[in-house]
């Protein structure tokens, strides 16, 4: 059971900056992005109007932060310096960074922006005002692919988010608000895991719980990104479901179209349509394969039934720390600006969900599966049910 990353995660990613940095002629690297310095450093905050900027050079890593992170950041124990600046806008960010960056000696970076992301009203000077600055995407690539404990994390958060998914199924039936039902599966699939993993878990929330699970329901569903409706379950009503949890950072996937009493003729066909389109994806996955490939087998599926026109996203995405991470399973995948040689084709620690959808006028369906991509094949992280009869709420 896999809770934590261990110590050697966070060596192995700073050895592979370091030897990148070693391979240009800048001074140091410095990151900008919130996901990337949580990556290289451990350290996770929320992005807002105040920057934090990560530096490293071949002899240390040191940080720029506002005031009230100090406290949070300084216990780090692989973090060799933690400077701050007070807020913003009295504070001046930058400038305490560009300190931070002369006092490592250092006059020339690369970069993953040029300057603190424009979020929550930031307006700040591009770093390159103070010093020679190239770009770089390092931490973006190399996240791309994920080592044995990274995929022990995400197989840990499906283990949690199955649970919550169960959860969401008993607790539905004619009358309950999606609300409602969404809260309580959310709580005790949370109060589980934590009662559970106990100390073990890294808790890495803010008054919300480590699980989450949820669904849209009635004509929402029709929509890729419906919101909950604010009206009661009726019979006949299509669900679109999800469910994940949070370990250490790391996130699956798991959706299921479900339906509250008997589906109708129609809504059966549909559904066993999108299964098989998910069947069409699942198969056509593995090391080697063509990432643009798999949507294109799936649009091909959807084409030869007639039904292209019900398609409105792609097959899938990588998942990991963020949501939604690089490679896309999209038919334009080959021609996206950051593919490199060899970048258009699955590799093993790719980790996607497949999640092809179908969408008429009334609903929409739409399963999705967490699923490995390894050095033989592909294993599926996420396992709740996928067949008709186990998703109808009777």
Avoid: C
């Avoid at 970069?111 to 005002?129: I, Q, T």
């Amino acid at each position: 059971m896999a809770t934590r990353l261990p110590e050697s995660e966070f060596d192995a990613r700073l050895a592979e900056v370091r030897g990148r940095l070693a391979d240009t002629d800048a001074d140091a690297a410095t990151f900008f992005g919130a996901t990337s310095i949580e990556y290289l450093s451990g350290f996770h905050h929320i992005q807002t109007e105040r920057p934090v900027v990560l530096a490293v050079t071949q002899e240390a890593m040191e940080i720029t932060v506002p005031r009230l992170e100090v406290e949070r950041v300084d216990p780090n124990p692989r973090i060799d310096a933690v400077h701050h600046y007070f807020d913003y806008p009295q504070g001046a960010p930058l400038e305490t960074a560009v300190g931070m960056l002369e006092g490592m000696g250092v006059e020339s970076v690369v970069s993953d922006a040029d300057g603190a992301p424009g979020v929550m009203g930031y307006e700040g000077p591009a770093l390159s005002e103070f010093v020679a600055v190239d770009s770089q995407s390092w931490v973006d690539r190399m996240r791309w692919e994920k080592t044995d404990a990274e995929v022990d994390l995400v197989r840990e958060s499906a283990k949690w988010a199955n649970l919550a998914h169960r959860y969401l199924a008993d607790y539905t039936e004619v009358g309950a608000h999606p609300v409602t039902v969404s809260q309580r599966a959310t709580t005790d699939a949370s109060r589980a895991m934590l009662d559970t993993l106990g100390d073990r878990y890294a808790v890495r929330t803010r008054g919300s719980g480590p699980v989450h699970a949820g669904y849209i329901s009635g004509s929402e569903t029709a929509l890729p990104h419906g919101h909950t409706p604010n009206e009661r379950l009726s019979a006949g009503d299509v669900l679109v479901t999800g469910a994940s949890a949070n370990v250490d950072g790391y996130h699956s996937e798991l959706e299921r179209t479900m339906f509250v009493g008997e589906p109708s003729d129609e809504q059966r066909h549909y559904f066993e349509l999108m299964v098989e389109a998910q069947d069409v994806a699942i198969d056509a996955l593995g090391p080697g394969q063509s990432i643009a490939g798999v949507d294109e087998a799936v649009h091909d599926y959807f084409r030869e039934q007639g039904i292209e026109d019900t398609a409105q996203h792609h097959v899938g995405h990588n998942i990991g720390l963020g949501g939604h991470e690089p490679p896309y399973i999209d038919r334009g995948w080959d021609d996206y600006d950051h593919v490199d040689e060899g970048d258009d084709l699955m590799a093993p620690g790719q980790i996607y969900t497949i999640e092809p959808g179908i969408y008429t006028d009334e609903f929409g369906y739409r399963h999705s599966d967490t699923i490995a991509i390894t050095e033989t094949g592909t294993e599926w992280l996420t396992f709740f049910p996928r067949d008709l009869e186990s998703n109808v709420i009777r």
